[in-house]
């Protein structure tokens, strides 16, 4: 039984996960006024491979690279490492056309492409729940898109580029998501990101331009430097709050995450309206993005909370539920 305590510190890391991906758009926005996206992602991967080198050594955990002498280790390192690739370019390219909200509401299709995937590849089971809230994410998506819906299939604006660039970030996610679930059997989840980003350091550095930072401004070099952070502290505390928190509890608080964007655009926008824009969305749009986050925590907790024979189980005993 998870003690108390733990279930409060799970809880908070969770938080702070949901938070730093709420914000780290609205951080890559503003740097990529002046650095091109590839280069962005380069900054973002070196800054967190430098990180996560100093943690590894201070914790003498550094992974052992004998276990990628079997072939499909290593093809699955490749595909990890591929997909966060481009899930990184391509969200951040999406990121130039759409408000940080949008991006992230966008990628909440991740979690359902990731829970079909899965039940392809891996043979899982699909719950009734589950459906419900990809049925529940889905319907978000489209109230979320009302005013701009015919823009993402006729005449494609830059509006809808960013949204099929982001529609494809989440697509690659997938992938990578697929392929670290089965490299965690052999890695803890520090050691494979490590290795990753690694990886994408060294092979965005040929076509990433790192001079380009001497044409940003400092506030703007702050905005780099706090999205290489942002990827460390997002994963550490993830990775860190499920060993405190059940793993679907702490997916479910991350799925808070387009609400976190959505406030702090808005403040942002409040507070310096010169260097951000506010984000306006109708009533329809605000019910979508809630409808979106309610939908893809519902698709990873339900199953926990209701049952398509036993009805509601949040009151019944733990031995009663599924």
């Not at 489209?142 to 970030?169: D, H, M, P, Q, R």
Request: net charge positive.
């Amino acid at each position: 039984m998870i003690k108390q305590q733990n279930v409060k510190i799970g809880f908070l890391l969770a938080i702070l996960t949901a938070i730093m991906w709420g914000a780290v758009p609205i951080a890559m926005k503003y740097a990529l006024v002046a650095i091109d996206p590839y280069t962005l992602v380069w900054y973002r991967f070196f800054i967190s491979a430098c990180g996560l080198t100093i943690w590894l050594a201070y914790k003498k955990q550094f992974p052992s690279l004998t276990i990628f002498k079997k072939r499909r280790r290593f093809v699955l390192l490749v595909i990890a490492g591929f997909g966060l690739l481009g899930n990184f370019i391509l969200f951040a390219s999406g990121v130039k056309y759409l408000s940080p909200t949008t991006s992230q509401v966008v990628a909440q299709l991740g979690i359902v492409v990731f829970m079909i995937s899965s039940a392809i590849v891996f043979k899982e089971r699909l719950r009734p729940s589950q459906i419900i809230g990809i049925i529940i994410l889905v319907a978000g998506l489209i109230l979320f898109f009302n005013k701009n819906i015919t823009s993402l299939f006729a005449n494609l604006s830059e509006y809808g580029l960013g949204v099929w660039l982001g529609l494809f970030a989440a697509i690659v996610w997938a992938l990578y998501a697929l392929a670290q679930k089965v490299l965690l059997k052999k890695l803890r989840a520090e050691q494979l990101l490590w290795l990753i980003y690694i990886i994408c350091s060294i092979f965005l550095l040929p076509i990433a331009s790192p001079t380009e930072i001497r044409n940003a401004n400092m506030t703007q070099i702050f905005a780099v430097i706090f999205c290489g952070l942002n990827t460390i502290i997002a994963y550490g505390a993830l990775v860190t709050a499920m060993e405190y928190w059940q793993a679907a509890q702490v997916s479910a608080v991350t799925t808070l995450t387009p609400l976190f964007a959505l406030v702090f655009s808005d403040l942002f926008a409040l507070l310096w309206p010169e260097s951000f824009t506010m984000q306006y969305l109708n009533v329809l749009g605000y019910i979508g993005a809630i409808a979106v986050v309610c939908g893809a925590m519902f698709a990873t907790i339900g199953h926990k909370i209701w049952h398509h024979r036993k009805g509601f189980l949040i009151n019944r005993k733990k031995g009663e539920q599924e």
